[in-house]
Structures are given as C-alpha cells and as structure tokens.
C-alpha cells in the first residue's frame, strides 16, 4: 500500500526546520545532478590518447546545452512560484491550468529545438571555437544528447513544479534516478562497448528518459497535490503569459550562460589555444560546485516565500529571506577560500595532464576572485523570482552577463598586455557589480513589495 507523502505546511511551524526538509533534499539533489555532470567529463578526459581533446570538444556543446535547459527553465521556474502563489491563495485549480499550460509549452519547445539544433550543429560549433581536432568529439556528442532533449526539457521544466509543492524528497529522487544511472551506464559505453563521446552522450540520454518518466507518473499519480490533467492541456494566454514574464529572468540567466560560453570560448581560443578553452571546460565545471548548491538552498526557500506571500504572511517571507542569505552567502564565502588555496585539486579531478592542471590552477585564482559575492546575488535574485517579481527580477539577470561580463570579455584584452589574464579577470569583476548592485536592490525594494502584496502582480 503507498503512503500518501506529507506536505509541509507553508504557513506555520519553525522556518528554519522547514527550509532544512526543503532545501536539503534540493541541495543534495543539486549536488547529485553535479557529480554526474563531472563524473561524465572525467570519463571523458580519461579516454586514452584522446581525452583532452574529447572533453575540449565536449565543452563545445555547453553553449548548446544551456539554451535547452534555458527553454525548459522558462516555462518551468517562471510557473511554479506562480502556481505556489496561487495555492497560497486559495485558487488549487489555477495553480493546476498553470503547470498543464507550461507542460504543453514545454512539448512545443522540444520539437522545435531538436529539429534547430540537429540541424544546425556543425555549424554551431565552429562558431563556439571547435578546432579540426576538436569537432569531431563535439558533433558526436551533441547530435545523440540533441535527439533525446525532449526527456531534458520534461525533467528540468516539470520538477520544480513537486518541489513548489513541498515534495523535495520526490523532487530530489528525480536527479538521483537520472545520476545513478549515469554513473553506472558512462564506464560502460565508454570504455567496455568502445563508444567514446557518443557512449557518454547515450547514456547521459537514456538516464533522463528514466528521470522523465518519474516525473510524469508522479505529476498524474494520487500522491500529488497539483496533477497533470489533459484537460488543461490547451494554452490560454491569461495563464501562461504571467508564467513566461516571471521565467524570462531564468530564461535569461540560463541562455546568456550560454552566449557567456560562447564569449569565453572564442576569445580563449583566439589568445590561448586549445588548452585555455580546455581549462575553461574544468572552470565552468567547477563554478558548478558553487552554483548548484546555492540554486538548491534558493528552490528550498522558494515555496516557503512564495506561498506566504500569496497567502500575505510578511514575517514569514522576511525570516525565510534573511535565513536563505545567510546560508547563501557563508557557502560562498568557504568555497572562494578553498579555490583559492587548492585550485590544483580541483583541476586535477577532471584531467591527468599536467600541463592542463597548471594552466587551469592559474586560471582558477583569477577566474574565481569575486565568487564569494555570487551567494549574496543568487539569493536575492532567487528572492525576486519568489515574489513574483518579474521587471526587475529580469533587469538583475540582465545585470552580471549580458551587461558586464560579455563586453568585459572583449574589451579588458585591449588594456593588458596579458590578455588570457584579461578574460579571465572580467568574470571577478562582474561578480563583485552585480552581487552589490543586486543586494542593494533588494534591500531598498523588499518591503515596499511586501507591503504591495500578491494581488498587485
């Protein structure tokens, strides 16, 4: 006989009791979601002979692969703080219509986007800087990933919707499904039936099938609050356009990673070779330790915000607030130490070459100067999307890349000598802009949001 899951109750009981049932389960799902990331890219730099080259070429299709989680995030992180808003309020049905109109988005998002991409890849990733050597390693990863992105939008759109719910256990489950399999599925295709790039591809592919289905059976099933209903499955402007105002901040965040990636890559590979865009690999993989876990604690308090501030409980949503920022922020701060004290660790996780390790130790001290301001800017940005914030949740996402960070790509190498050095010097910089710009934001606009309330959105 299945039990029917507890949800937690939103509006009572101690914050920081249920921010931890929240966000642990987020955080370590986050954390699992990383290692299979890394675990994939450790695989591939060990493939004998061919290893730097194929995790080089596997980092070209990151530009790719961030414009597809970025499609899936619109639709997903814009409708769940708007249908945890809605439950917040009362209103169990919209909150419903809410979740089926971004699924069926979703659906339309992957069709178009594997039959853009499949077609458009070698193309593609000559343009993010794929060499002769590098291309072939690229092509064949990402015309296998592309075909079964469908499973990728499925998972990353819809489960943000049981973790809204209060779910995080499932929630988490859904990433350690699709990880386990990874892990186990990448030795094997790899190296025992001799696939190379394309094994880690295939099993990368089928493991979110799995982690697609789980998600599906329990948004249909008894167990959950919000179900999946094909009846609300026709989109209606009233209900999705709110949704895909609030995501578009996300939307941004994510597709600009992938511009980001595109900037560093090109100009890496125009001043530094083959080897800075492979160390840029390790970098954007290690910035992952950092990030993810920060999006966990954020996806853990996130309900909590939302739901009282749709239900006009300010002293809830402030406590929740203060209690994510400080977690946010404490978690930066020990993870800028350590890269800078041991960046060779790091570096030597992804890759045996010692050249690499060097190279991408050096790079790291640069590259992760500012990173103990990340957890001040995530947060509050977090915060603004929690709220419903969509104008101004969009500007701060604007704010680190689109307005800093890519132009200081291109303009700091023409005012040092050592450019390598200048692209790797615009990412502190606009780590430190954005964190102070955001939280000072925040902090003159929170209580007039407050005061304003869910109804005025």
Request: contains cysteine.
């Amino acid at each position: 006989m299945n039990r029917q899951p507890q949800k937690p109750d939103m509006s009572s009981g101690s914050i920081p009791k249920l921010l931890a049932r929240l966000a642990i389960p987020a955080v370590v799902a986050q954390l699992i979601n990383l290692l299979y990331n890394i675990v994939d890219r450790i695989y591939i730099g060990h493939i004998p002979d061919i290893g730097s080259s194929a995790l080089t070429g596997v980092g070209l299709f990151m530009p790719i692969l961030m414009l597809i989680n970025a499609f899936a995030m619109l639709a997903g992180a814009g409708g769940a703080p708007r249908a945890a808003i809605a439950m917040g309020q009362g209103k169990k049905e919209e909150a419903e219509k809410i979740m089926a109109n971004c699924f069926t988005l979703m659906l339309i998002f992957a069709v178009v986007l594997t039959g853009f991409f499949y077609s458009t890849a070698p193309k593609l990733l000559r343009l993010f800087g794929a060499s002769d050597s590098t291309l072939p390693f690229a092509l064949a990863y990402s015309r296998i990933y592309i075909l079964g992105c469908v499973s990728v939008i499925l998972v990353m759109g819809l489960n943000p919707f049981i973790t809204t719910q209060g779910f995080a256990t499932f929630s988490m489950m859904t990433t350690v499904i699709g990880a386990v399999l990874n892990i186990i599925l990448d030795p094997i295709f790899i190296f025992v039936c001799g696939m190379g790039v394309r094994g880690a591809a295939f099993a990368t592919v089928l493991s979110q099938c799995v982690s697609a289905l789980w998600v599906l059976r329990f948004l249909t099933g008894k167990k959950t609050v919000l179900r999946l209903k094909w009846s609300n499955r026709k989109l209606e402007a009233r209900v999705l356009l709110p949704c895909l105002g609030l995501g578009i901040s996300t939307f941004v965040m994510l597709s600009t990673e992938s511009i980001l990636s595109i900037s560093f890559n090109s100009s890496l590979s125009h001043y530094g070779g083959d080897i800075a865009v492979g160390a840029m690999t390790i970098l954007t993989s290690t910035y992952q330790l950092l990030m993810l876990p920060l999006q966990g604690i954020c996806q853990g308090a996130q309900p909590i915000m939302s739901f009282n501030f749709g239900a006009g409980n300010q002293s809830r949503v402030k406590s929740a607030f203060r209690l994510m920022f400080g977690i946010c922020v404490g978690y930066a701060l020990v993870f800028f130490l350590l890269t800078m004290m041991t960046p060779q660790l790091f570096a030597g996780i992804f890759t045996p070459d010692r050249e690499l390790i060097a190279y991408t130790a050096w790079a790291m001290r640069i590259y992760m100067a500012g990173c103990f301001a990340t957890g001040c800017q995530i947060a509050c940005q977090q915060t603004f999307m929690a709220l419903g914030q969509a104008k101004v949740s969009l500007l701060m996402a604007c704010l680190r890349k689109l307005i800093l960070l890519i132009p200081l790509i291109f303009i700091l190498p023409h005012f040092l000598s050592n450019q390598v050095f200048a692209v790797f010097l615009a990412e502190p910089i606009s780590d430190v802009v954005a964190g102070a710009v955001t939280t000072g934001t925040l902090l003159t606009r929170f209580n007039r949001i407050l005061n304003r309330g869910a109804s005025k959105l």
